[in-house]
């Protein structure tokens, strides 16, 4: 089976940097994809890690380590409209997404 | 633009109730799923399927039926609505293949049974 463990909640800085970090269980690993839920909306995609190191768009950035089995999502300057919940996702065999529970990122100014 | 569109934005029903949720995606994906999300507990997947008349259960499929006629639309029924349905449902698509990672989604029907 597959699993992914994500913290529920994290508090930053309005301006400041937020690391979210995402380990992974699976029985096969095809990558590690982030989403953004604002409260409300529907998940929109972030980024996606194939492959060891960091992926940047933007002021987000993601990072992945197979042989850790660990992923971590990195936004840069924070504004009030990163306010939202994000997710970690990993892809199996069957082309589904496996999903953590998802982080809260609350912004305070 | 991938567009996912799903019939209602909020749906109240009663309990016993059969409750249709319909969702139609234009970009020919193949892929097409339907989760439940409940707050603490991420998303959950209901059912998908990866081409016309297939179906495949997923974490949760107890209560749910689904239906996919054409490739365009994945319908999720609620046979008989209980209050434990309560939930936000998510209806996404995705092509199948190595991009599958990247899924689209609608923007979600809030079910409330009473």
């Known amino acids: 089976g597959q699993s992914l463990e994500q913290p529920s909640e994290v508090t930053a800085v309005e301006g400041a940097i937020v690391q979210i970090n995402c380990t992974y269980q699976t029985s096969g690993f095809y990558g590690l994809s982030w989403y953004q839920q604002h409260d409300g909306g529907a998940p929109t995609f972030l980024s996606y890690?194939?492959l060891d190191g960091l992926e940047e768009t933007g002021r987000f950035s993601s990072f992945l380590s197979r042989s850790d089995s660990y992923g971590y999502l990195l936004l840069q300057e924070l504004q009030m409209k990163d306010s939202a919940s994000y997710f970690c996702a990993s892809r199996d065999s069957n082309y589904q997404l496996i999903w953590g529970a998802g982080t809260k990122l609350i912004i305070k100014p | 633009d991938v567009k996912v569109t799903q019939s209602s934005r909020y749906l109240v029903k009663r309990t016993g109730e059969k409750v249709f949720l319909e969702c139609v995606q234009d970009?020919?994906?193949?892929?097409m799923f339907w989760y439940r999300q409940d707050p603490g507990l991420g998303l959950r997947l209901i059912y998908f399927s990866y081409d016309v008349k297939m179906k495949e259960k997923g974490d949760i499929p107890e209560g749910y039926s689904v239906s996919r006629e054409k490739k365009e639309r994945f319908s999720l029924i609620l046979e008989s609505a209980s209050t434990n349905q309560t939930s936000m449902y998510l209806c996404?698509?995705?092509?199948?293949?190595?991009?599958?990672?990247?899924?689209?989604f609608g923007p979600g029907t809030r079910l409330t049974v009473t």
């Open positions: 970009m020919d994906h193949e892929n």
């Open positions: 890690n194939a």
């Open positions: 996404a698509s995705s092509i199948r293949d190595s991009s599958s990672y990247e899924q689209y």
